[in-house]
């Protein structure tokens, strides 16, 4: 075979996914290479073409009258030809010479388009030429030396929304960016100087479309440089996958860093939590007691920051439970009023502190965040930044028709977000919910903010309103359902100013020698009787020896050597009715279904305040210390 032809897959790269049948020879009609979708037509490899000389031969290429391919692929230049291949239709086959520098035929291309798509009925003359021409999916273009239009295909056309007469005569880059000089880094450009095929990605900001550009060297007879074929395949849509494909590897990072952070979080929260917890009881009233009682508070809010992070990150199924909505606002907005610049005023007007909604608290927490962010950039360059943060009680009587949404009849509280910023116009407005779909500037956004929030609220039966013009600021309104009932008093739960106390002998198990002395010392103060290893294997062996001095097992789950599952599933092995305990601050492995499989009576998670704790070691050795009799 004659390789004389160098550069095959550039050819057939710059039509990779097109609609056509495309192959290469060399100008001894040796075959040189396919697409996959003439491959897959003809149930045949490359390889095996390749390796075949008689390779016209095949039935594929039998001509409609059952006759041989008459002669080769260069001498078919510029003239139509049909094949049929069993019963799997008619082609219409044009080629296309492949020259090189000097006019020299280096090979040709052949193309081809089902007759069956096109509703071909005569296959003589130019018509045939233009029909597969425009059969093509992909922008076609052929340019002088100067980039002006000569002739494009009907795909041009329809994905720049112009007529031939249009596009014609006029520039490239006029067409493709609505300006009067070349796109940077334009393979056409270096054709025009090399003579040679080159390739590059493009992205119009104007058509807000990203093209795989592909430039080709057209020449004379006499061999002198004539113009370029320019193939332009629209990648947008690929491109936009390969985004959310490299957000859910950053997520899936993110969510793994997490959990190492709230691990080691959470033990220093235990500490902090379980001490303080240790110092109240033992202060009593007074100011030191107030002291105590912020720092548990603020221990308390930053053990929930944390399972926020953990769930977001996670990407996990949304647990839904009845919620009181405004407390879960107030305290996004304290973490976003720590993280908005301080020029920006925020208005809390709250007019329903106690009504009730069925959902995500974290889910909430990202609602208002999406928003309030989304506010924050369309107020960036406003001398005078206001945000509004509202929630409201509503009845809906007749149903409201949104952009998107329509709210039926029925009661909602509603979550309202307003701004004084730039607002949107109709165009913008009408696809601020389609997912990508974005005003930011490029790394100042995914368009994801409003999508992501539609996809909440509407999973919740409820819906979302955008009022906005430009100039005059956006309102977004979020309606939740209402789940409670009209003048129902809130159940207010009530804290146990003393924990649960008991006796029983508990073996206590924590690789962090402080936390398993801070649970030693919340274990004594509750009446216990401790022993404390901070290797799990240390604690088996001395489980092995003296079984029957020990009530309970009180392990940590993430420790070398073996993790405290492993642990109690091997002292259940001893002992089977021994109750035994779980906790960790973060576990993909552990759930409450493989705890309660492997015999454990419950899984606690960290960090445990003392009430939590006495509770849980109490309901433990309750059925323990009945059969004792105790």
């Given at each position: ?105 280096n090979g040709v291309l052949g193309v081809g388009v089902d007759l069956g798509l096109v509703n071909a009925v005569d296959v003589d003359g130019e ?504």
């Amino acid at each position: 075979m004659h390789t004389v032809f160098s550069d095959i897959t550039g050819y057939l790269s710059a039509f990779i996914g097109s609609s056509s049948y495309l192959y290469v020879v060399d100008s001894d009609d040796c075959f040189l290479g396919a697409n996959d979708l003439f491959a897959d037509f003809f149930s045949v490899t490359v390889t095996e073409l390749q390796a075949d000389p008689d390779w016209r031969g095949r039935p594929e290429w039998r001509i409609v009258d059952g006759g041989p391919w008459p002669e080769s692929a260069a001498g078919l230049v510029r003239r139509p030809l049909v094949t049929e291949s069993g019963g799997r239709g008619r082609i219409l086959w044009q080629h296309l010479p492949l020259a090189d520098a000097h006019g020299s035929l280096n090979g040709v291309l052949g193309v081809g388009v089902d007759l069956g798509l096109v509703n071909a009925v005569d296959v003589d003359g130019e018509n045939q030429w233009e029909m597969t021409f425009n059969a093509i999916s992909d922008i076609i273009t052929i340019q002088d030396e100067d980039m002006r239009i000569l002739r494009c295909n009907r795909a041009a056309c329809e994905q720049l929304g112009l007529s031939h007469e249009d596009i014609v005569g006029r520039h490239c880059f006029e067409i493709f960016r609505g300006l009067d000089t070349p796109c940077p880094m334009c393979p056409e450009i270096k054709t025009i100087r090399t003579h040679a095929p080159h390739f590059g990605e493009i992205e119009h900001a104007n058509l807000r479309r990203r093209y795989l550009v592909s430039s080709f060297p057209i020449f004379k007879g006499s061999g002198e440089f004539a113009g370029i074929i320019h193939v332009a395949r629209d990648i947008t849509a690929q491109k936009s996958l390969e985004s959310q494909l490299r957000q859910a590897q950053k997520m899936e990072a993110i969510g793994t860093l997490a959990g190492g952070i709230a691990h080691d979080f959470n033990n220093i929260l235990g500490a902090i939590l379980g001490y303080a917890d240790l110092a109240m009881l033992e202060v009593g009233d007074g100011p030191m007691r107030e002291n105590l009682e912020e720092i548990r508070t603020a221990g308390l809010r930053a053990k929930d920051l944390v399972a926020q992070i953990l769930s977001f990150s996670r990407q996990g199924e949304s647990v839904r439970k009845p919620l009181i909505l405004v407390p879960v606002i107030k305290e996004t907005l304290k973490l976003l009023r720590a993280t908005l610049p301080s020029t920006i005023t925020i208005t809390q007007d709250i007019s329903c502190e106690n009504g009730r909604i069925m959902a995500d608290p974290t889910q909430i927490h990202q609602v208002l965040m999406n928003l309030c962010t989304n506010a924050y950039h369309a107020m960036r360059d406003h001398r005078d930044p206001r945000l509004i943060v509202a929630v409201s009680a509503e009845t809906i009587e007749e149903p409201l028709v949104g952009i998107i949404d329509t709210i039926a009849i029925g009661r909602y509280l509603v979550l309202t977000v307003a701004d004084n910023g730039i607002g949107m116009d109709e165009y913008v407005l009408e696809r601020a919910f389609e997912p990508f779909y974005t005003t930011k500037s490029k790394g100042e956004g995914t368009g994801m903010g409003l999508s992501v929030v539609h996809g909440i609220i509407n999973t919740y039966g409820g819906g979302v309103v955008v009022e906005s013009a430009p100039g005059a600021g956006t309102t977004v309104k979020v309606y939740f359902p209402r789940i409670d009932q009209p003048g129902e008093a809130e159940a207010v739960e009530k804290v146990a100013t003393m924990p649960a106390r008991g006796g029983g002998r508990v073996l206590l198990v924590d690789d962090e020698d402080s936390l398993a002395q801070m649970g030693k010392r919340m274990l004594d103060y509750l009446g216990y009787e401790v022993t404390v290893r901070t290797s799990s294997v240390e604690a088996l062996e001395l489980f092995r020896s003296r079984s029957a001095d020990f009530d309970l097992l009180l392990t940590d789950q993430t420790m070398p050597n073996m993790t405290g599952l492993e642990l109690c599933r091997r002292i259940l092995e001893i002992r089977p009715e021994m109750p035994a305990l779980i906790c960790t601050g973060f576990s993909e492995v552990l759930t409450d279904e493989i705890v309660a499989k492997a015999g454990i009576r419950k899984l606690l998670m960290k960090p445990l305040a003392i009430h939590d704790l006495g509770d849980a070691v109490a309901a433990a050795l309750e059925p323990v210390n009945k059969m004792a009799g105790k």
